[in-house]
């Protein structure tokens, strides 16, 4: 997400496409966006200067780094245990059986989908 790039994102077919670069399978990935994260990425986009990165680092041409992220997460309230579990590795153990969980596994490329 750190790395995610507005053109990524389809907003008339409310979608964003994570390319294949970016996924650990190697495989392009779209993932369906509900009506009210197309709203908060409109609203989150008005609200920043221009730039290609939804999350721009003070560098140029780069994307916020993983470090600034969790200094603001504790900077809200967030302490570091919840940082730590919002981890795809410490994601997957928790999942269990579902359609929920399953779609939680696609999404973090623990397995494969196709229709």
């Known amino acids: 997400m750190r790395s995610a790039r507005w053109g990524e994102f389809d907003f008339e077919k409310e979608v964003w496409q994570i390319s294949s670069e970016k996924m650990k399978m190697r495989e392009t990935f779209t993932l369906p966006l509900s009506k009210q994260a197309i709203n908060l990425l409109n609203e989150y986009k008005s609200n920043i200067l221009p730039n290609d990165f939804l999350f721009p680092s003070i560098i140029k041409g780069k994307f916020m780094s993983e470090n600034t992220l969790n200094l603001a997460l504790i900077r809200m309230g967030f302490s570091k245990d919840v940082l730590s579990s919002l981890l795809p590795t ?9 359609k929920l969980p399953l779609c939680i596994k696609i999404c973090l490329s623990l397995l494969t989908f196709s229709l």
């Open 90 to 98: 410490n994601i997957h153990p928790k999942v269990s059986s579902g």
